[in-house]
């Protein structure tokens, strides 16, 4: 039942699961050694499961990027509730050495965390009349979430699920490949380091490979960013934070390379020396210098992208996490610093703290994304922002082709993909809007009004001479399903535009994409399965999703 329609008995047993599942945080195993060690233990662990899976299942597959995505949530979510519990400075010799028995014990952690989270997930989701509960005994719950077939489609297209075969298959991406001059100076590096115990190693930091490593990363993202370098970020402008993140991952690539490589020198991998761990003034000194940025505005962006307490569990976006409750010391993965979207991290850390920044960028996405869609729309004609005479709506983007009689009015949505549930339902809601209230205006008025565009000048005839019309919601990064109907469609946005570039028509372009078939299918391309997670004797069970067909 959902929440609103549950009776009192069925709510009280449904929440006593869940409170009973919430004394798992009073039991974790590292909660009684200092904080610093308790932290870098998880962290170390973090990569000795992300080895684990890249040598189980190879850097591409969905099984691995899957276990990307979980640990880079479950990590710093241990993390912030050890720190909650335990505490201790890192004394001034320290030296961070790996520990077989504590790893037992930050994998047993995890694993709580991991299954702790499904209860984090399902229970708010129930509240808010998103998800059923179903109480399968006393102590487990089944949730589950309302939608058809397209529904789930669009789920797992959102997870990163793509067809396994055909037009739609996924491309890999590719990584930044050293060049001789760079795989010169690995093999210099590494024949002068020495061991510091049974899993550590260490090398003198060389400015010639960071400053060649730098340009490669330096190339690599004005590849990926979708804005120019103009936008203010607050204290510096996102052709900056792209400097600094380049610098970063110059870094970070070398150290994860060179403890691969210390490994297949018949060395057990470096789990001593993985997580990179310095002050803050050195990993100001080192970016800083390195990415040319004057060192407070690389504290600047060093603060933003530092996790805490308060911040949201996710390594992608606050890769730096404090050993100290001063911040004094700081430890880093450098998996997740590679793998990464710098960009979307970076507004998405304004949106959290400088909202009044990010509204001032968001306002051109939609720009950002006509002008994109322009470049690719070749020989068709194509107008835009055009404000409806009331004022109440504003078409984005008219586009007309007369060889196959079609016209397409749409409106363009770039939504931030949600990554918590809270976001999720405001960015439904936000969604919601643009269909129903925005796109639907539109299309009344322009029934009414068919001749409107054509006195504009944005198309060439009335629009009741187009043998076919359309209104588009074209949606980048996140939509949900809406089913097509009265010539209104919701489209991704990445799948019209590689449709637009396969086609001589916009007539057979639109029929392309609103076909759904880039969309992945249910029992060939992935699976859904009721997975049960289990903390204090009690179970949810809820559905995940997987790729591949069984």
Same mark, same amino acid.
């Given at each position: 039942?959902?929440?609103?329609?549950?009776?009192?008995?069925?709510?009280?047993?449904?929440?006593?699961?869940?409170?009973?599942?919430?004394?798992?945080? =009073?039991?974790?195993?590292?909660?009684?050694?200092? %904080?610093?060690?308790?932290?870098?233990?998880?962290?170390?662990?973090?990569?000795?499961?992300?080895?684990?899976?890249?040598?189980?299942?190879?850097?591409?597959?969905?099984?691995?990027?899957?276990?990307?995505?979980?640990?880079?949530?479950?990590?710093?979510?241990?993390?912030?509730?050890?720190?909650?519990?335990?505490?201790?400075?890192?004394?001034?010799?320290?030296?961070?050495?790996?520990?077989?028995?504590?790893?037992?014990?930050?994998?047993?952690?995890?694993?709580?965390?991991?299954?702790?989270?499904? /209860?984090?997930?399902?229970?708010?989701?129930?509240?808010?009349?998103?998800?059923?509960?179903?109480?399968?005994?006393?102590?487990?719950?089944?949730?589950?979430?309302?939608?058809?077939?397209?529904?789930?489609?669009? &789920?797992?297209?959102?997870?990163?699920?793509?067809?396994?075969?055909?037009?739609?298959?996924? $491309?890999? %991406?590719?990584?930044?490949?050293?060049? =001789?001059?760079?795989?010169?100076?690995?093999?210099?590096?590494?024949? =002068?380091?020495?061991?510091?115990?049974?899993?550590?190693?260490?090398?003198?930091?060389?400015?010639?490979?960071?400053?060649?490593?730098?340009?490669?990363?330096?190339?690599?993202?004005?590849?990926?960013?979708?804005?120019?370098?103009?936008?203010?970020?607050?204290?510096?402008?996102?052709?900056?934070?792209?400097?600094? *993140?380049?610098?970063?991952?110059?870094?970070?690539?070398?150290?994860? *390379?060179?403890? /691969?490589?210390?490994?297949?020198?018949?060395?057990?991998?470096?789990?001593? &020396?993985?997580?990179?761990?310095?002050?803050?003034?050195?990993?100001?000194?080192?970016? %800083?210098?390195?990415?040319?940025?004057?060192?407070?505005?690389?504290?600047?962006?060093?603060?933003?992208?530092? /996790?805490?307490?308060?911040?949201?569990?996710?390594?992608?976006?606050?890769?730096?996490?404090?050993?100290? =409750?001063?911040?004094?010391?700081?430890?880093? $993965?450098?998996?997740? !610093?590679?793998?990464?979207?710098?960009?979307?991290?970076?507004?998405? $850390?304004?949106?959290?703290?400088?909202?009044?920044?990010?509204?001032?960028?968001?306002?051109?996405?939609?720009?950002?994304?006509?002008?994109?869609?322009?470049?690719?729309?070749?020989?068709?004609?194509?107008?835009?922002?055009?404000?409806?005479?009331?004022?109440?709506?504003?078409?984005?983007?008219?586009?007309?082709?007369?060889?196959? &009689?079609?016209?397409?009015?749409?409106?363009?949505?770039?939504?931030?993909?949600?990554?918590?549930?809270?976001?999720?339902?405001?960015?439904?809601?936000?969604?919601?809007?643009?269909?129903?209230?925005?796109?639907?205006?539109?299309?009344?008025?322009?029934?009414?009004?068919?001749?409107?565009?054509?006195?504009?000048?944005?198309?060439?005839?009335?629009?009741?001479?187009?043998?076919?019309?359309?209104?588009?919601?074209?949606?980048?990064?996140?939509?949900?399903?809406?089913?097509?109907?009265?010539?209104?469609?919701? !489209?991704? /946005?990445?799948?019209?535009?590689?449709?637009?570039?396969?086609?001589?028509?916009?007539?057979?372009?639109?029929?392309?994409?609103?076909?759904?078939?880039?969309?992945?299918?249910?029992?060939?391309?992935?699976?859904?399965?009721?997975?049960?997670?289990?903390?204090?004797?009690?179970?949810?069970?809820?559905?995940?999703?997987?790729?591949?067909?069984?």
């Amino acid at each position: 039942m959902l929440h609103r329609e549950s009776t009192e008995d069925h709510i009280e047993k449904v929440c006593a699961i869940e409170k009973r599942a919430d004394l798992c945080l =009073e039991h974790l195993s590292l909660a009684s050694i200092p %904080g610093h060690l308790a932290v870098w233990t998880v962290l170390s662990t973090t990569v000795a499961m992300i080895e684990e899976n890249h040598a189980q299942f190879g850097p591409t597959s969905p099984r691995f990027q899957a276990a990307m995505l979980n640990l880079t949530r479950y990590c710093p979510m241990l993390v912030r509730w050890l720190k909650g519990l335990s505490r201790g400075r890192p004394p001034t010799d320290w030296q961070p050495t790996w520990d077989p028995a504590l790893d037992a014990l930050a994998r047993r952690d995890l694993a709580t965390v991991q299954n702790y989270d499904a /209860f984090q997930f399902s229970y708010p989701m129930w509240y808010r009349d998103r998800a059923h509960a179903e109480i399968l005994d006393d102590n487990s719950v089944r949730f589950t979430v309302d939608g058809g077939t397209r529904d789930r489609q669009v &789920s797992a297209y959102h997870k990163g699920i793509r067809p396994l075969e055909g037009l739609y298959k996924a $491309i890999p %991406g590719v990584g930044v490949e050293p060049t =001789e001059a760079i795989m010169r100076r690995y093999q210099r590096i590494l024949s =002068e380091a020495s061991a510091t115990d049974r899993y550590g190693f260490a090398y003198e930091h060389s400015y010639a490979l960071a400053r060649r490593s730098y340009n490669k990363y330096t190339q690599r993202l004005e590849t990926m960013v979708r804005r120019n370098d103009d936008p203010d970020l607050g204290s510096y402008t996102l052709s900056v934070f792209k400097r600094f *993140y380049a610098a970063l991952q110059a870094i970070c690539a070398i150290h994860e *390379y060179l403890c /691969f490589c210390w490994m297949k020198w018949e060395n057990p991998y470096p789990l001593s &020396s993985a997580v990179m761990v310095k002050s803050q003034n050195e990993w100001i000194k080192l970016l %800083g210098n390195l990415a040319g940025v004057d060192p407070s505005t690389a504290e600047s962006i060093l603060s933003d992208l530092t /996790f805490y307490s308060k911040r949201l569990p996710d390594l992608n976006v606050y890769p730096f996490v404090p050993l100290d =409750e001063s911040r004094g010391t700081i430890a880093l $993965i450098p998996h997740f !610093v590679l793998n990464s979207n710098p960009e979307e991290n970076i507004l998405r $850390i304004c949106s959290y703290h400088r909202p009044k920044v990010y509204d001032l960028l968001s306002n051109d996405k939609e720009a950002i994304m006509r002008e994109t869609l322009v470049g690719h729309l070749g020989s068709y004609g194509v107008d835009h922002s055009i404000q409806l005479p009331d004022g109440s709506a504003e078409i984005d983007l008219v586009i007309e082709d007369e060889s196959s &009689s079609t016209a397409v009015i749409a409106e363009l949505k770039w939504y931030r993909k949600p990554t918590t549930y809270r976001e999720r339902l405001r960015a439904d809601e936000q969604f919601l809007d643009g269909m129903h209230r925005q796109l639907r205006r539109i299309k009344l008025f322009c029934r009414e009004h068919p001749d409107f565009l054509e006195q504009r000048g944005a198309l060439k005839r009335n629009l009741t001479e187009y043998k076919n019309v359309h209104y588009l919601l074209i949606a980048r990064d996140y939509w949900i399903w809406i089913e097509p109907r009265d010539q209104s469609a919701v !489209v991704d /946005f990445e799948q019209f535009r590689f449709a637009v570039g396969r086609h001589q028509t916009l007539e057979s372009t639109v029929s392309e994409v609103l076909a759904y078939e880039w969309l992945p299918v249910e029992g060939k391309d992935f699976n859904v399965r009721y997975d049960r997670r289990t903390v204090e004797g009690v179970a949810v069970e809820s559905e995940v999703f997987y790729a591949g067909p069984h």
